[in-house]
T-cell receptor
Framework: GAGVSQSPRYKVAKRGQDVALRCDPI?????LFWYQQALGQGPEFLTY????????KSGLPSDRFFAERPEGSVSTLKIQRTQQEDSAVYLC????????????FGPGTRLTVT | EDQVTQSPEALRLQEGESSSLNCSYT??????LFWYRQDPGKGPEFLFT???AGEEKEKERLKATLTKKESFLHITAPKPEDSATYLC???????????????FGKGTRLSVIA
C-alpha cells in the first residue's frame, strides 16, 4: 500500500517568509508525528497527534512553529517568519497507535532558509 | 534525561567483513527499542522492534539483540548495498495516554566497500 508522503520535497525560503509543509500519513494510521533532522543528526521530536488532537507539542522550538491535523488525516506543519536555524529536514511519521507500534516515515521535506 | 548513544559514528567495512553496531540507552522506562535504516535523501526505513531484554530479531544479513542497557545490530557478511546510516530509537513509557515520541541516537554511518 501507499506509504507516508510529504510535499514539497524541497523548499527554499527567504528569511522571514512563512512556509507550510504537508504530510499524508498511511491510511488508517491514528498517530502522526513530526520530527526535525539536522545534518548528521538523528531526528528530533517536534509534535504529535492522535487523530485530530495534538497531544504533545513540547518539541516545537518556538511559537513560530505551528502544526494542525484538522480532520485526523493530513497534517500541515507551518513555520512563520523563517530563520536560518530552521534549515533542516522535516520528517513526518505515522503509526497505527501510540505505544508499541512502529512508526513509518515519509521521505521528508528539506527546508533551506537563505 | 533520556539518552540514546550510538557507536561508532562511522564504520567502514570490506564486503564480507562482519561487525556490530552499538546502541546504549539511559531511559526512565523502556517500552521498545527500534532500529531504522536511512539512505541519503530518504526518510528512515523501519527494520526491527525489540521489547524485552534477551529478545533477538533477524532479517537477511541483520540481527538485532537487546539487553537492559544496550542493543546491538550485527551485520553478517555485509554487501555494498548495506551501506546506509543505521538509527537506533527508544520508545519510553510515558504518561497515562501511553503515547510518547521516539528518542533517536545520532546514527552510525556504515560504508561497505566491494
Amino acid at each position: 500500500g501507499a506509504g507516508v508522503s510529504q510535499s514539497p520535497r524541497y523548499k527554499v525560503a527567504k528569511r522571514g517568509q512563512d512556509v507550510a509543509l504537508r504530510c499524508d500519513p498511511i491510511s488508517g494510521h491514528v498517530s502522526l508525528f513530526w520530527y526535525q533532522q539536522a545534518l548528521g543528526q538523528g531526528p528530533e521530536f517536534l509534535t504529535y497527534f492522535q487523530n485530530e488532537a495534538q497531544l504533545d507539542k513540547s518539541g516545537l522550538p518556538s511559537d513560530r512553529f505551528f502544526a494542525e491535523r484538522p480532520e485526523g488525516s493530513v497534517s500541515t506543519l507551518k513555520i512563520q517568519r523563517t530563520q536560518q536555524e530552521d534549515s533542516a529536514v522535516y520528517l513526518c511519521a505515522s503509526s497505527l497507535a501510540g505505544g508499541r507500534y512502529e512508526q513509518y516515515f515519509g521521505p521528508g521535506t528539506r527546508l533551506t532558509v537563505t | 534525561e533520556d539518552q540514546v548513544t550510538q557507536s561508532p559514528e562511522a564504520l567502514r567495512l570490506q564486503e564480507g567483513e562482519s561487525s556490530s553496531l552499538n546502541c546504549s540507552y539511559t531511559v526512565s522506562g523502556l517500552r521498545g527499542l527500534f532500529w531504522y535504516r536511512q539512505d541519503p535523501g530518504k526518510g528512515p526505513e523501519f527494520l526491527f522492534t525489540l521489547y524485552s531484554a534477551g529478545e533477538e530479531k533477524e532479517k537477511e544479513r541483520l540481527k538485532a539483540t537487546l539487553t537492559k542497557k544496550e542493543s546491538f545490530l550485527h551485520i553478517t557478511a555485509p554487501k555494498p548495498e548495506d551501506s546506509a546510516t543505521y538509527l537506533c530509537a527508544v520508545h519510553i513509557i510515558g504518561d497515562f495516554s501511553g503515547n510518547t515520541p521516539l528518542v533517536f541516537g545520532k546514527g552510525t554511518r556504515l560504508s561497505v566497500i566491494a
